[in-house]
């Protein structure tokens, strides 16, 4: 006999910040002390720091899964890479088809945890839309194979798009682009390369930044100097421009306490694309924005008038 899947939760705004922002706290190092000693950190362990792949502990090894949620209808996939890799990722179909049916979310999460922290925001998205959401594992998170860094998640970036785009019954769906914080700028670099095929429909950011060497001077300022030396570069400031084919959602925290909320203003303030959206959550600091009023609605308003009805 089957064991017969737990009650799904309830899918309140508290909900989701009590099953999401406990794991997406960045390591910010209050003391001096402790900052003398991230500026050494920082020119030779940058990738441990840039990428906390083990916050929390666990993170490595207990990846939450989507019948947790409440979400029956979904497949837990190991995607290949084109140099050798495998990426875990979620494949999560709606429990039924409403407002965006031929739409396909791809999702990028931050710099620390698993996408099975993620799932309650998959959740809601899959219920207010009625869309497939594909959850991607970059290298060395989770249950994906390889060491992270930018050269590999770019990589990665493109084989979940291909994934989708392969997939028979995802090949004709438009395709939103959604990144949190560092998935902000993978999603940036990803739609750049990839808009003049015509079905990527959208690109939603959430408290990005110009580029990690500006960013440091921010969360370790001792290291300011050193940011130089980073080889780590993320650069959505000169990446973002290229998009002018897609529409860009803009969701910015105001009260974001890692990414400055200017980094937001500027990215909107050069982007080049003639559809752009700008929305502010007044308390939504860099892990808790999802919670805020509004979040959802203002994607559910993104995706019905600058993707569904541009069809």
């Given at each position: 006999?089957?064991?017969s ?60 899964i ?5 979400i ?22 709606p ?7 031929d ?34 594992e970059?290298?060395?998170?989770g249950l ?20 989708i ?12 682009v ?8 993978v ?20 408290n ?25 570069y ?15 959602l ?22 080049q ?39």
């Open positions: 006999m089957s064991e899947p737990p009650p799904p939760p309830s899918w309140s705004i508290t909900s989701i910040v009590n099953n999401t922002v406990q794991f997406l706290r960045l390591p910010v190092l209050a003391s001096s002390s402790l900052a003398v000693i991230a500026s050494g950190l920082l020119y030779f362990k940058q990738n441990e720091l840039i990428y906390p792949r083990n916050i929390p502990t666990d993170a490595r090894t207990n990846v939450p989507p019948r947790q949620f409440g029956t209808d979904s497949e837990d996939l190991q995607l290949p890479t084109p140099d050798g890799e495998s990426l875990h990722a979620f494949f999560m179909r429990s039924k088809k409403s407002l965006a049916p739409v396909t979310i791809l999702m990028f999460h931050g710099n620390a945890g698993n996408i099975g922290h993620r799932i309650p925001i998959a959740k809601v998205l899959q219920d207010v839309l009625g869309c497939n959401v594909l959850m991607l970059y290298r060395g998170y994906s194979s390889g060491v992270p860094d930018e050269a590999g998640l770019k990589i990665d970036a493109q084989t979940g798009l291909d994934y785009r392969q997939r028979t019954e995802t090949s004709n769906t438009k395709i939103v959604y990144g949190q914080s560092l998935g902000g700028a999603a940036i670099n990803l739609v750049a390369e990839n808009q003049d095929r015509g079905d990527i429909g959208g690109l939603i950011l959430e990005t930044f110009l580029s990690i060497r500006k960013l440091i001077p921010t969360v370790f300022p001792p290291a300011r100097y050193l940011a130089r030396f980073c080889h780590q993320w650069t959505s400031e000169e990446i973002l421009p290229k998009i002018t084919k897609v529409p860009i803009f969701l910015s925290g105001l009260k974001d306490e890692i990414v400055p909320p200017s980094n937001m203003t500027q990215l909107f303030g050069i982007c694309t003639e559809r752009k959206v700008w929305r502010t959550l007044p308390n939504g600091g860099h892990n808790d924005s999802v919670a805020e009023p509004g979040y959802f609605e203002h994607i559910h308003s993104f995706i019905t008038e600058e993707v569904v009805d541009e069809d």
